[in-house]
């Protein structure tokens, strides 16, 4: 089982999506175990405070380090050595599909959600690293984790249905996936492609490859500038699609 817990201020609104659809029958077959802690529960006091106003001032307020530190350390005690601690955070790497093969290797996750402007520097030292989605603002990192846990749990083996579904989909190669289809064969005037509906499984590997070099030369010029394209992909580019 590939153990998985998340530090957060706000549990309810991670734990639905936890439990439910891949991840939930990943948990109920024994092959992923997520933990999801309140770090309240580490705050001392009365009033259990988790966050203060910022030194030197300025808007909003700072996740305290006493509760965050002290809810690290109690994971790490936990989890299996050697196990990953993750701030989701703006200033991190982004988080990209091999990132994701490489923490589903791990021995465990601990991933922490930073709230309003942020989490006090001093958190820093506890922890294994950074991830970001990408450049936008969140509210929290409470979404970014469960894209982390939902992008590394699906390499596990076992947890898809479809043992090449994970090799198939897209980033996987660096390419974009190839459109799909399904039932009607018809809809509203417009036809699945012939060749999906012909039986001949050699065209249509041959469709699907020149659809995605197709939709990564289009859609992500950035992502094709990085492939290394042999000959048979190059000849395969330049066909048209009725040549196929």
């Not at 580490?42 to 380090?65: I, N, Q």
């Not at 050595?81 to 988080?95: E, H, I």
């Not at 996750?109 to 294994?128: A, K």
């Not at 984790?145 to 249905?161: E, Q």
Request: net charge neutral; charged share 25%; aromatic share 6%.
């Amino acid at each position: 089982m590939y153990p998985v817990e998340v530090l957060t201020l706000f549990p309810d609104s991670v734990s639905g999506y936890l439990g439910a659809s891949i991840l939930g029958k990943a948990q109920e077959k024994g092959l992923l175990g997520v933990t999801v802690t309140y770090v309240r529960d580490f705050a001392e006091g009365k009033h259990r405070v988790t966050d203060d106003t910022p030194y030197g001032g300025g808007a909003g307020m700072v996740m305290k380090p006493e509760p965050l530190v002290a809810a690290i350390e109690a994971a790490r005690a936990r989890a299996p050595a050697g196990s990953k601690v993750l701030l989701m955070s703006p200033r991190g790497p982004v988080f990209t599909q091999a990132r994701a093969r490489e923490l589903a290797k791990e021995p465990g996750l601990i991933l922490v959600c930073g709230r309003y402007e942020g989490v006090d520097e001093r958190v820093m030292p506890y922890l294994d690293g950074e991830v970001s989605l990408g450049d936008f603002i969140l509210t929290g990192g409470e979404v970014a984790a469960l894209a982390v846990v939902d992008a590394v749990a699906r390499l596990l083996p076992g947890v898809l249905g479809n043992e090449t579904s994970s090799v198939t989909e897209s980033f996987e190669e660096g390419l974009l996936e190839h459109p799909h289809y399904t039932r009607p064969p018809v809809f509203r005037g417009v036809e699945v492609p012939a060749v999906l509906q012909s039986g001949d499984h050699a065209r249509i590997a041959r469709w699907r490859r020149w659809k995605a070099l197709q939709l990564t030369r289009e859609r992500r010029p950035d992502l094709y500038a990085r492939l290394e394209l042999g000959k048979a992909d190059m000849k395969l580019l330049a066909k048209k699609e009725e040549e196929l």
